[in-house]
């Protein structure tokens, strides 16, 4: 999607402001919450107006009842008088049901049944006794109670959260409309008592029970009341209405005080029934007041509360507006100056891409714009000057362009020379390469022709090394036979020492001796010429030693010269792998500068192809 820079800005502009206007909604939208949660508490107090009425009236014709039915000096007019009151007010309850249908709609449920329920009994009441007329208004005054609470829940009144409202509540909601329900049950049933002018004990249980519920019922709309001032705004709360609290303290005490002398403080009942009535008549009267400057108070303190949320959601809408309008003002302010210079740039833009160069934008704005209108107007003029100096760089590449033209026909030449210097090295490397390459085979032949020879001189080395030791072993074996001949030549002395002493003792024996001393003289004689053998044979070892001496020597220099042949062939075979590696190299190395001098002529001929189109380009 294509959209302008004015769109863009006024598109992000709106997204910007969408969160605003949610939140202003939600806003809003809380205080119409809060303000229809008063405005729903002041309808509940618009029932509890004609509710408070029948609550009053209804116990009030229910004694009436009793006594005409009892007594029989109730003129009818009073009792159809009270009986229009209530309707009256039942016909204001159905206007506020239509008029409140929707926000309480089981309130307005119970008000029609108790609508049934009390138009069938004012139909058929003439028809009751006593006792069941008090049952039957007992019923109705417990729907009546029923509806105040329902009222209550679906006013949102049980819920208030300011303390001194909540606490007034309680008093006109809860305990003033169980103090008047007490009271009249009190006066109904002592009013008995004095018609019958005696008193059982479990009538008497009941009264005890009544007037402690009185008690703690006036016990806590004094509390109520109290602490309804302490967190109250409204410092005139009190006065306003402490005195009908006072009044309702006194009148109830007053009635209780009464009942509790005349009834129950007594053993003989004497007391007329309609002093009661004047007792608690004023008792419920300040019941009522009460409960009417309560509400009024309950009232004003909600009708205050819902003003100032109302006056609250005022100001705030109006700041709220203030400020979007503002924030209107001041993004269509910079909206309009991002885009005008915007526009101005794009325009100047325009002119130097069709080679306009004089163009200038000027952006006052004092922001980003404005640095960047006096970057593009720098940027403008850095353009023209290099433009100028371009012209001027043109001409000089003119005049290098002639100068260059010669060099090149120059180089071109050079060049040609050196390509046809690399064909003669290409080739004497060639040359040089296979010669190299021949030496190489012939150096692998003689180094061959070396190995060979020195493993042949190796062998003669280890053959003169066998002969040697043989030799050896031999001189060891001549040194042996050697002392076995001087043992021999020991022997012949001996035999002959032996001999001469047989021919000592042959001579003495005389003639029995002269066999004995041929004996001995040819043992003598054999010794003799054993030692001259055993001389002969020693004098022949010698010799045969002195050869083998001379014969270890010998071997021992031919192994030193054949050690050494060995050497000088290693040397040698050395000396010739040696040669045959560096004859390698050189070989590769001629190769290597054949490959080069083959590269160099493509390297040169290729240049020489350059020269050629430069000397071209030049040209053109």
């Known amino acids: 999607m294509r959209l302008s820079i004015a769109s863009k800005l006024t598109t992000l502009f709106v997204v910007l402001c969408i969160p605003i206007v949610v939140l202003l909604y939600l806003l809003v939208s809380e205080k119409n919450i809060s303000i229809d949660f008063e405005q729903k508490e002041v309808y509940g107090n618009e029932y509890l107006v004609p509710l408070r009425k029948v609550l009053e009236n209804l116990p009030e014709h229910k004694i009436i009842q009793y006594r005409k039915k009892v007594v029989g000096n109730v003129s009818a007019t009073a009792l159809i008088s009270i009986q229009d009151n209530i309707q009256h007010d039942i016909n204001e309850l159905d206007k506020l049901s239509k008029k409140f249908g929707t926000d309480f ?50 006013s949102n009144l049980i819920l208030d959260p300011d303390l001194d409202t909540f606490y007034i509540m309680d008093a006109t909601l809860v305990k003033i409309p169980a103090i008047s329900d007490l009271i009249f049950q009190l006066q109904s049933l002592t009013e008995k008592v004095a018609l ?4 059982t004990a479990e009538e008497k249980t009941q009264i005890v029970v009544l007037t402690g519920l009185i008690n703690s019922n006036l016990s806590d709309i004094k509390t109520d009341h109290e602490t309804a001032y302490d967190n109250s705004n409204d410092k005139g709360l009190k006065a306003e209405l402490d005195g009908n609290v006072t009044k309702n303290q006194n009148a109830t005490k007053s009635f209780l005080s009464f009942v509790n002398d005349k009834i129950i403080g007594t053993e003989k009942i004497n007391v007329p029934y309609t002093q009661i009535g004047d007792f608690s008549s004023k008792a419920i009267e300040s019941s009522f007041s009460l409960w009417d400057s309560s509400l009024k108070a309950e ?147 003689g180094e061959k022709a070396v190995s060979d020879s020195v493993e042949g001189v190796q062998r003669i080395k280890d053959q003169i090394e066998a002969v040697a030791g043989k030799i050896l072993e031999l001189s060891a074996q001549t040194q042996a036979i050697s002392k076995i001949i001087s043992t021999v030549d020991d022997i012949a002395k001996q035999s002959k020492f032996l001999a001469f002493n047989a021919s000592i003792e042959a001579s003495k024996a005389g003639d029995y001796g002269k066999g004995f001393a041929i004996v001995a003289n040819e043992i003598k004689n054999l010794s003799e010429e054993s030692k001259e053998a055993t001389k002969r044979i020693s004098e022949i070892l010698n010799e045969i030693q002195d050869l083998t001496n001379t014969s270890v020597m010998l071997t021992e220099d031919a192994s030193k010269l054949a050690e050494m042949g060995v050497s000088l062939s290693k040397v040698a075979g050395e000396t010739i792998e040696k040669l045959s590696y560096s004859i390698q190299n050189s070989s590769e190395a001629a190769f290597q500068i054949s490959s080069s001098s083959i590269e160099q002529k493509t390297s040169l001929e290729q240049l020489e192809e350059s020269m050629r189109r430069i000397a071209f380009a030049g040209n053109n």
């Open 105 to 154: 709609k089981l309130s307005n449920k119970k008000i029609s049944e108790f609508k049934s329920s009390w138009s069938s009994f004012k139909n058929k009441s003439e028809g009751f006794t006593a006792t069941q007329s008090d049952d039957r208004h007992d019923k109705l005054i417990a729907q009546l109670r029923d509806i105040i609470v329902s009222v209550g829940n679906e």
């Open 196 to 199: 019958k002018k005696s008193v």
């Open 299 to 445: 009232n004003k303190l909600l009708n205050e509360r819902a003003a100032r949320f109302n006056s609250s959601k005022v100001g705030t809408l109006t700041w709220v507006i203030i400020l979007t309008l503002l924030l209107l003002g001041l993004g269509t302010y910079f909206i309009t100056s991002i885009v005008n210079a915007v526009k101005q740039l794009d325009a100047g833009a325009k002119k130097v891409a069709n080679g306009d160069l004089d163009v200038q934008v000027n952006s006052k704005t004092g922001d980003e714009l404005e640095s960047l209108s006096n970057s593009f107007n720098a940027m403008i003029n850095n353009i023209r000057n290099l433009v100028q100096e371009t012209e001027g760089a043109k001409n000089v590449a003119e005049r290098n362009n002639l100068n260059m033209e010669a060099l090149v026909k120059e180089t071109t030449t050079s060049v040609t020379q050196i390509k046809q210097n690399s064909e003669i090295v290409s080739d004497n490397a060639r040359i040089v390469a296979e010669a190299a390459s021949l030496a190489v085979d012939i150096s692998s032949d």
